[in-house]
């Protein structure tokens, strides 16, 4: 099983609806038994919670129902992780601290915009904005999980 995680703050905005665009091109590409998604906060400050309404409305606007409840990012998820996608280089420092020296080098933890074919850098957080802003992130989220998707299926040989 591979296994992918999407990391951002509060685990309420970008990361689940990672989540969602993710496992939706898993679930249509019929590899959901060969693929697993999760995602998780570098903070406390929302665990249990719904992803914001925003998000959940936005998700819903392109197909995608969002089930999840915020949790935290644990060392015990980047054991078993194959892919740890972050959307922010202060998520990725975090997680770095999190989990002290890595014996792979941190090898299978990334910016998420690694993935964008428009470019890299951090995926905006809208939470302090409007609708079009979540649209934006939308945006570039799914172009990631694309482009990571193709990576994936690429790497591991599963066309």
Not at 19 to 30: N, S, T, Y
Not at 60 to 69: C, D, F, N, R, Y
Not at 122 to 143: C, H, K, L, M, W
Request: proline letters at 4%; glycine letters at 6%; aromatic letters at 8%.
């Amino acid at each position: 099983m591979i296994h992918v995680v999407f990391v951002c703050l509060g685990n309420i905005c970008r990361s689940p609806l990672a989540e969602g665009v993710f496992k939706d091109l898993v679930h249509k590409a019929k590899l959901s038994g060969v693929i697993s998604v999760d995602s998780s906060a570098t903070s406390t400050w929302e665990i249990g919670n719904n992803p914001d309404h925003r998000t959940l409305a936005n998700a819903k606007s392109h197909g995608i129902l969002l089930e999840h409840k915020a949790k935290q990012f644990t060392s015990a998820d980047y054991e078993i992780a194959n892919y740890v996608l972050v959307m922010d280089k202060s998520n990725l420092e975090n997680i770095k601290l999190l989990i002290g020296n890595s014996p792979d080098g941190y090898a299978k933890l990334q910016l998420f915009r690694t993935y964008d074919p428009l470019g890299m850098g951090e995926v905006p957080d809208p939470y302090f904005g409007n609708a079009s802003d979540f649209e934006q992130t939308y945006q570039i989220i799914n172009r990631c999980a694309i482009g990571l998707f193709e990576h994936i299926v690429q790497q591991h040989n599963l066309v």
